[in-house]
């Protein structure tokens, strides 16, 4: 793990700029550094030492004849098997180091050498025999690359704030991307913050020649894998266990991470270190996931988050780079720190619920599929929604898996979605936005709508789905959040609150090869009547006696209780002034002051989107002001 940097210039290679580009990125690789000068080209690397931790892992890397040069930031799971490969092809090599390979796979394979890879990276290659700049990201995009294309001129780096060293990157704003970021709570690739930097797409690579730009996708889930899951999975964790350096597990209470835990254990063997988010009251996962430590005899830390935790927020938005409405960055930032003192490799169970449709959002779609013939007629629809408008908040609740509780916003928001609900790309747009369509015209100032102009949430929805019509509509649903939840929120939050403490995570669930084969799965194995996950869940009755076996679903969440409610109100509060939301001129104050009063009276949807226009105004702070 890594952070890399590069400038394609053809006046000249400014040295400086590169040196301070690559510096802002000690925090992801604190243990060396390395550079490369041409004449057109120059590329940086900051080390997180993990494979092969000798000087012979130091890079820019270079091929035989120094013709072809490497910079990468990530693992490269199944180098062993590939460098035999090429090894056997008569390929020299310098280290031990895993990102080598690379380079020979590119002698061989040129920009198809992707297809022999995997792993979670991204790498630059500067081929000049060809004159020619390959950048590739990974197939579910685990490590960030932003860019700047100006006039002939290339700039990438790791990290957005790198990029800000230069004279000709404005900070021009992207209202679409604001826009985007109010519904989803994220920003979605390509876009960014600034409407001049751009971030490159999971599963996709920039081809840089002649001062142009071409991309292209490289990769996409395939139908039909019928390998044997539990054989993949155990695999993807042996993979996952190739290290150097000393390496744990992130354990939670609940399954995903357990199933991960328990196949680690055979593969090992040596005392493991597992690592426990603690909050009080009954949301705490500690004890559960204590007894599973114990078991496996791995050892336990708690890892408490207090209400004090939240003066880490504006270190949190720094290296966040980009807002981010999910709070779940302030236990995850913590949980790295600690797990830093240990060690530099976790393992964690992250993309399991993502792949086996465990989210709420993805039952009510498939509840709403299984009935569509029925819900599809208008009148139907107009009934249930209002129904659902006089249904007792107590009632709904009982299938609410959150600690806080709906109330009437959320039941207008269920109710709105139901009248739509005849249209997939409505719907889902409904039920997964913070702030939907409805709400933003309330809450955007005209002269900020002004400079919104892109395709509607529904519309991308749509055209999506259309792209895996060979896949079951349960997958479907989870290519969705492949495509947008998974790079852009879950594994965003991972790297950029991991790497500020140079901790490298794995996540086995999202092998590829686990991915595809989870993807073609017979719905039965994924959620039946009983119970969800169903195919996980097996694995951990296999590897688990029943008494140390989760109890019940819990979902990873700040609770807003007791001192916890009484400082996040303050946080938010001391964000979400009248004075600052005006002197910003892009909401209406009368429209955040409800929300306020809504979020009082335990509204979670009202919380969330207070909580997504606060880590907004803290970036303005953090990067802008």
């Not at 001049?196 to 039909?224: E, H, N, S």
């Not at 390496?247 to 357990?258: E, F, K, N, P």
Request: hydrophobic fraction near 40%; include cysteine; aromatic fraction near 12%.
């Amino acid at each position: 793990m890594c952070g890399i940097t590069g400038i394609f210039s053809a006046d000249h290679s400014d040295h400086d700029l590169l040196e301070a580009m690559t510096e802002r990125l000690k925090h992801r690789g604190p243990d060396d550094r390395g550079f490369f000068y041409d004449k057109k080209i120059s590329l940086g690397h900051r080390r997180l030492a993990v494979i092969d931790t000798t000087s012979a892992g130091r890079q820019p890397m270079t091929n035989e004849d120094d013709s072809i040069y490497l910079v990468c930031n990530g693992e490269i799971y199944n180098y062993r098997e590939k460098t035999s490969q090429m090894k056997a092809r008569g390929h020299r090599f310098k280290s031990e180091s895993d990102c080598e390979v690379l380079l020979h796979l590119y002698e061989e394979y040129g920009e198809n050498l992707l297809d022999e890879v995997n792993g979670m990276f991204a790498f630059a290659i500067w081929d000049s025999r060809r004159n020619r700049m390959l950048i590739a990201v990974d197939r579910f995009g685990k490590k960030p690359l932003y860019y700047a294309i100006d006039n002939g001129r290339l700039i990438f780096a790791s990290e957005l704030k790198s990029l800000l060293f230069f004279n000709w990157i404005n900070k021009d704003l992207d209202y679409a991307a604001i826009d985007r970021y109010l519904s989803l709570r994220y920003i979605p690739a390509p876009l960014t913050i600034f409407k001049q930097v751009k971030k490159l797409q999971q599963a996709t690579m920039l081809i840089w020649q002649d001062g142009a730009a071409a991309i292209r996708r490289y990769w996409a889930p395939k139908a039909g894998n019928s390998a044997n899951f539990n054989q993949l999975l155990t695999d993807a964790v042996r993979l996952r266990l190739q290290s150097d350096v000393p390496l744990g597990i992130y354990l939670s209470a609940g399954i995903d991470s357990a199933a991960i835990a328990g196949l680690m254990r055979p593969l090992i063997e040596d005392k493991k270190e597992s690592y426990t988010v603690s909050f009080p009251y009954k949301y705490d996962e500690y004890p559960r996931a204590e007894r599973m430590a114990r078991y496996l005899d791995f050892g336990s830390n708690r890892i408490s988050v207090t209400e004090n935790d939240f003066n880490l927020m504006p270190q949190i938005m720094y290296h966040l780079d980009e807002p981010f409405g999910d709070l779940l960055c302030l236990p995850s930032f913590i949980l790295a720190k600690r797990a830093k003192e240990k060690l530099t490799v976790v393992l964690t169970g992250d993309g399991a619920d993502e792949i086996f449709n465990g989210y709420l959002h993805q039952r009510l779609m498939l509840i709403r599929n299984k009935y569509r013939n029925i819900l599809e007629k208008r009148r139907v629809n107009t009934i249930l929604s209002s129904l659902f408008k006089i249904m007792p908040l107590s009632l709904l609740n009982m299938f609410f898996e959150y600690p806080d509780r709906l109330g009437q916003r959320e039941r207008i928001k269920l109710s709105q979605g139901l009248l739509v609900c005849a249209d997939f790309s409505s719907f889902y747009e409904s039920i997964t936005s913070c702030f939907t369509e409805d709400d933003k015209k309330r809450l955007y100032l005209q002269d900020f709508t002004k400079g919104i102009n892109h395709e509607s949430l529904a519309d991308e929805y749509k055209r999506e789905i259309k792209k895996h019509s060979s896949f079951s509509f349960s997958s479907r649903l989870s290519l969705l959040d492949l495509k947008y939840w998974i790079p852009f929120s879950l594994i965003y939050r991972l790297d950029k609150m991991n790497m500020a403490s140079a901790v490298e995570t794995r996540s086995p669930f999202l092998d590829f090869r686990v991915v595809e084969n989870a993807l073609n799965l017979p719905d039965e194995l994924k959620m039946n009547r009983r119970r969800d996950k169903e195919i996980i869940r097996r694995l951990v009755e296999r590897l688990y006696p029943a008494a140390y076996r989760e109890k019940g679903k819990q979902a990873f969440y700040i609770p807003m209780v007791s001192s916890y409610e009484n400082r996040y109100r303050q946080w938010v509060s001391e964000l979400l002034t009248c004075e600052t939301v005006k002197r910003r001129g892009f909401f209406q104050w009368s429209y955040i002051e409800d929300l306020f009063t809504l979020s009082k009276n335990k509204s979670m949807l009202a919380t969330r989107q207070l909580t997504s226009l606060a880590m907004l105004e803290l970036w303005f702070k953090v990067f802008y002001d």
